[in-house]
């Protein structure tokens, strides 16, 4: 077997009552294709066997592997890690909750044939999450267009279908707070869209709880934003100017002896400049963590073991 036609890259957290559901829709996916592929289950940690159940599969069929990182390291970390270990000449990514349909990845393929080097999935609708994820996220992607100088579509999660070269800018790309729907824009090239309606997750609950969900924005903006950091600049003249009037008013009063009330005002501007000051150092603290991040060079990711796949085919870049 030579190097696979197509990859499929899966991160999995505690997602084990969703794989054999998974395997068998994606293979028959594959298999209908006609193209040579492989299945890449990527175990970010889990601790429910999904790791066991993902080598099972592998050690019975030839196009599947598995790999296991040696510890949780979030989604976009398993996903890094599963698109460096990739062989296959496209790359795809999705999410093993069934999430993003299998069956979708026929038309996603025929759209990179037309010479599309980034495929990527937009949800029209999203079925069986909160009104609170709806809107919040709703509200996310179109602060990002704003304050962003990438062309970061709306409405897409992580589903997206590689070319060749847009997988080499993607694994040259190895920056630690990972806001990868980002990445795979600002890689360029052609980028073209395919629409469907996202669905429940099959089983299990989302691996996402508020608290990622603020961190994963956090990491989304400040990788493609100084809009945060210029804050500082425009509140400061903002609030100086109208220092400067109201230095004079101040002065004026005192020459004119009605100066004595002001304890409310003076509490007020203090509190609230206070207050104002300790954000945007906050503001500085977000992107100076990510620095200390980035200088300390580690590896994104430790892989602990590695199950399947063809021993023969090359390929693999690191
Ligand atoms: N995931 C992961 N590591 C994590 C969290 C999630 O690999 O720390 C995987 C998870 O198993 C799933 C995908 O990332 O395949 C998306 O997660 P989830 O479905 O929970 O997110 P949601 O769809 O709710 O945004
Ligand atoms: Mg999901």
Same mark, same amino acid.
């Given at each position: 077997?030579?190097?696979?036609?197509?990859?499929?890259?899966?991160?999995?957290?505690?997602?084990?009552?969703?794989?054999?559901?998974? *395997?068998? +829709? $994606? &293979?028959? @996916?594959?298999? !209908?294709?006609?193209?040579?592929?492989?299945? #890449?289950?990527?175990?970010?940690?889990?601790?429910?066997?999904?790791?066991?159940?993902?080598?099972?599969?592998?050690?019975?069929?030839?196009?599947?592997?598995?790999?296991?990182?040696?510890?949780?390291?979030?989604?976009?970390?398993?996903?890094?890690?599963?698109?460096?270990?990739? *062989?296959? +000449? $496209? &790359?795809? @990514?999705?999410? !093993?909750?069934?999430?993003?349909?299998?069956? #979708?990845?026929?038309?996603?393929?025929?759209?990179?044939?037309?010479?599309?080097?980034?495929?990527?999935?937009?949800?029209?609708?999203?079925?069986?999450?909160?009104?609170?994820?709806?809107?919040?996220?709703?509200?996310?992607?179109?602060?990002?267009?704003?304050?962003?100088?990438?062309?970061?579509?709306?409405?897409?999660?992580?589903?997206?279908?590689?070319?060749?070269?847009?997988?080499?800018?993607?694994?040259?790309?190895?920056?630690?707070?990972?806001?990868?729907?980002?990445?795979?824009?600002?890689?360029?090239?052609?980028?073209?869209?395919?629409?469907?309606?996202?669905?429940?997750?099959?089983?299990?609950?989302?691996?996402?709880?508020?608290?990622?969900?603020?961190?994963?924005?956090?990491?989304?903006?400040?990788?493609?934003?100084?809009?945060?950091?210029?804050?500082?600049?425009?509140?400061?003249?903002?609030?100086?100017?109208?220092?400067?009037?109201?230095?004079?008013?101040?002065?004026?009063?005192?020459?004119?002896?009605?100066?004595?009330?002001?304890?409310?005002?003076?509490?007020?501007?203090?509190?609230?400049?206070?207050?104002?000051?300790?954000?945007?150092?906050?503001?500085?603290?977000?992107?100076?963590?990510?620095?200390?991040?980035?200088?300390?060079?580690?590896?994104?990711?430790?892989?602990?073991?590695?199950?399947?796949?063809?021993?023969?085919?090359?390929?693999?870049?690191?």
């Amino acid at each position: 077997m030579s190097v696979p036609e197509i990859s499929v890259v899966l991160p999995c957290f505690n997602e084990l009552p969703n794989l054999p559901e998974l *395997r068998r +829709r $994606l &293979v028959s @996916v594959l298999e !209908a294709t006609g193209r040579t592929f492989e299945i #890449l289950f990527v175990d970010d940690g889990s601790r429910d066997g999904s790791f066991e159940a993902m080598a099972e599969f592998a050690a019975r069929d030839p196009r599947l592997r598995a790999l296991r990182l040696s510890r949780n390291f979030g989604h976009q970390m398993a996903l890094t890690a599963g698109v460096d270990r990739a *062989r296959g +000449r $496209l &790359v795809a @990514v999705m999410d !093993a909750d069934l999430q993003d349909p299998p069956e #979708l990845l026929a038309e996603m393929l025929a759209k990179s044939d037309e010479g599309y080097e980034v495929v990527y999935a937009q949800r029209t609708a999203r079925e069986g999450e909160s009104a609170f994820k709806r809107a919040t996220a709703h509200l996310f992607y179109r602060l990002m267009r704003r304050w962003t100088n990438v062309d970061i579509p709306v409405d897409t999660g992580d589903f997206r279908l590689l070319g060749p070269r847009a997988v080499a800018a993607f694994r040259s790309l190895r920056e630690r707070h990972r806001f990868i729907r980002g990445m795979t824009a600002w890689v360029g090239f052609r980028q073209g869209a395919v629409t469907y309606v996202r669905p429940a997750r099959l089983h299990g609950e989302t691996k996402y709880p508020l608290r990622k969900m603020v961190r994963f924005a956090l990491d989304a903006l400040t990788s493609f934003s100084h809009v945060p950091l210029q804050l500082g600049t425009w509140l400061g003249f903002a609030v100086s100017s109208f220092a400067f009037l109201y230095i004079a008013i101040v002065v004026v009063l005192k020459v004119l002896g009605i100066n004595e009330r002001g304890w409310t005002t003076l509490m007020g501007w203090i509190l609230l400049l206070g207050g104002v000051q300790l954000m945007l150092i906050g503001v500085l603290g977000e992107y100076l963590g990510r620095i200390y991040d980035e200088v300390k060079g580690r590896p994104l990711y430790l892989v602990s073991d590695e199950v399947g796949g063809d021993p023969d085919v090359a390929g693999e870049p690191r």
